[in-house]
């Protein structure tokens, strides 16, 4: 079993940033992708980043590009998401996910394609 704890979330104001960070622990096998969803209240959980973790090559949402980085440290098996110039439309409860695939193809692009989830972290952006 997997485990993923994320950290990070809070209220900013628009224009601000915020840091989440995602530390992974337990039996992780093989090499795994590593992506940043988030969702709104009534709405679907939606793609921010994702990073391969063999390679750290990255992928992102049209929505973040420019604005979020997603990152990794190796040795603490942990990732990040830089987020700056937040906006109220980025308001939402952010979850990290873990998949265990070698590849990353198109299916990591939606949240079925991941296996294992954290709780999510709260960010607020207010106007």
């Known amino acids: 079993q997997v485990q993923l704890v994320e950290s990070g979330g809070g209220l900013v104001h628009t224009g601000g940033s915020l840091r989440l960070s995602c530390a992974a622990s337990g039996r992780i096998r093989g090499t795994w992708n590593m992506g940043w969803f988030r969702q709104a209240p009534g709405k679907e959980r939606d793609f921010i980043a994702a990073i391969k973790w063999s390679d750290a090559n990255t992928y992102y949402a049209d929505s973040a590009k420019g604005r979020f980085t997603i990152a990794r440290d190796n040795a603490k098996i942990t990732v990040y998401l830089q987020m700056n110039s937040l906006k109220p439309e980025d308001t939402a409860v952010y979850y990290c996910?873990?998949?265990?695939?070698?590849?990353?193809?198109?299916?990591?692009?939606?949240?079925?394609?991941?296996?294992?989830w954290g709780q999510g972290t709260q960010v607020t952006v207010s106007s």
């Open positions: 996910a873990l998949d265990e695939n070698t590849y990353f193809g198109s299916a990591d692009y939606t949240a079925r394609a991941y296996d294992y």
